[in-house]
């Protein structure tokens, strides 16, 4: 059975790190390019960050760009992101996503982890 | 980047009814569009990829058409736990893959 299970959420303060972990099982990690998307309470999905099967190439939103870092470790089957200079509009719930297609990568994700709550709060 | 427009916002309909929602690219994406389902406090669940096929699992009451800048997601005979908020998506370009604004669908 494949599981994606989030954990490092939690309350920092603006301007706060934060490391997000994903661990990833029941499928060859290392064959698939992983997402990260998140959830602003009571708002819709935004993608985030995007890391091929290989670690590379990596893609980032605009809104996260220069802020955040995508890492996987294959060996470990975990995939990361470092969340660094947070801001309020960073609170929201953090998914990580498996791409469909594996190497191949269509961008349609068909398992997602239970999520993490990230809170940006002084 | 890919702006994705959904129409309505928000439906309710009841039990058996068909409904459509309509989700609209600012440009073509052929068909790389995706549909998801989510309910509340739980992760989205992918219905429909590449605009007509359906995911493993899913129930064939869901169907989705369309190619180009329109697209459609059908529930053929609305069931009780089809209440959720739906959210299209287009892959056409990375980056970033854009999501529409979701349609909230209720049972009367």
């Known amino acids: 059975e494949v599981q994606l299970v989030e954990s490092g959420g939690g309350l920092v303060q603006p301007g706060g790190s934060l490391r997000l972990s994903c661990a990833a099982s029941g499928f060859t990690f290392s064959s698939y390019s992983l997402n990260w998307v998140r959830q602003a309470p009571g708002r819709g999905l935004e993608w985030v960050s995007f890391i091929s099967s290989s670690g590379s190439p990596i893609y980032y939103a605009d809104s996260v760009k220069g802020r955040f870092t995508i890492s996987r470790d294959n060996a470990r089957n975990s995939l990361y992101l470092q969340m660094n200079s947070l801001r309020a509009e960073d609170t929201a719930v953090y998914y990580c996503a498996r791409d469909r297609l594996g190497i191949a990568a269509d961008g349609a994700f068909d398992y997602w982890g239970q999520g993490a709550l990230v809170t940006v709060s002084s | ?108």
């Not at chain 2, 409904?19 to 406090?41: D, E």
């Not at chain 2, 997601?73 to 370009?93: F, M, R, V």
């Not at chain 2, 529409?100 to 669908?105: D, E, S």
């Open chain 2, 1 to 108: 980047d890919i702006q994705m427009t959904q129409s309505p916002s928000s439906l309710s309909a009841s039990v058996g009814d068909r409904i459509s929602i309509t989700c609209r690219a600012s440009q073509s994406i052929s068909t790389y569009l995706n549909w998801y389902q989510q309910k509340p406090g739980k992760a989205p669940e992918l219905l429909i990829y590449a605009a007509s096929s359906l995911q493993s699992g899913v129930p064939s009451r869901f169907s989705g058409s369309g190619s180009g800048t329109d697209f459609t997601l059908t529930i053929s005979s609305l069931q009780p736990e089809d209440s959720a908020t739906y959210y299209c998506q287009q892959s056409y370009t990375t980056p970033p893959l854009t999501f529409g604004g979701g349609t909230k669908v209720e049972i009367k």
